[in-house]
């Protein structure tokens, strides 16, 4: 069974940066597709980025340029960049394995003075 555990959200200013972490077991995590996704408040769950097995990446249009995915395959890791948060950056971010659908618990993200 997949597992999958988001790490590194909480409370920053707008302009401020996070790292966010998934840490994935039990599966062979380097032959899937990841993603982050975000769901704010009142809001259907968005696509944020997803990263291929082979490293192409893709992105939402409100983060391109901001928002770095990236993945350590050795670590069984997928990371999310975030600079020049803003507020409408605010959500529960989860971690998603695409090849499984399998989701994390999610981990907040929260952009306010």
């Known amino acids: 069974q997949v597992r999958l555990v988001e790490s590194g959200g909480g409370l920053v200013q707008p302009g401020g940066s996070l790292r966010l972490s998934c840490a994935a077991s039990?599966?062979?995590?380097?032959?899937?597709?990841m993603a982050w996704y975000r769901q704010a408040p009142g809001k259907q769950r968005e696509l944020v980025a997803a990263?291929?097995?082979?490293?192409?990446?893709i992105y939402t249009d409100s983060v391109k340029g901001r928002f770095t995915i990236s993945r350590d395959n050795a670590e069984n890791t997928v990371f999310l960049q975030m600079n020049s948060l803003k507020p409408e950056d605010t959500a529960v971010y989860y971690c998603?394995?695409?090849?499984?659908?399998?989701w994390g618990r999610g981990t907040q993200v929260t952009v306010s003075e």
């Open positions: 990263i291929t097995s082979g490293g192409s990446t």
């Open positions: 039990g599966s062979i995590f380097s032959s899937y597709t």
């Open positions: 998603n394995n695409r090849g499984t659908n399998s």
